[in-house]
């Protein structure tokens, strides 16, 4: 799965999630500082789903409704980062 993680995507589940074969992109290793509605116009162009933990990409994404990436996944995540976290991410792909 093609996927870019937001700026404030917990680094122990980008590294699980590469670990999990997954072609993953940061925005804090690719383009730290840009704005979300430029993350969105990155995630589309290069048909990533996006991860973060921002809740205001749903109201962004309802707002641009047209070229929009193929996804985005709310991750709230409380207490330990582990690979189940990472595996629930991964499997909302049902093509995988």
Known sequence: MRILANENFPGPLVRALRQEGHD??????????????????????????????DKDFGTLAFQARAGMPPGIVLVRVRGGLDRRVARVVAALRSDR
Do not use: S
């Not at 992109?25 to 993350?39: L, Q």
């Open 24 to 53: 993953v992109e940061w925005v804090r290793d690719v383009a730290p500082g840009i704005a979300d509605p430029e993350v969105l116009r990155r995630a589309q162009a290069d048909q990533r789903i996006v991860v973060t933990q």
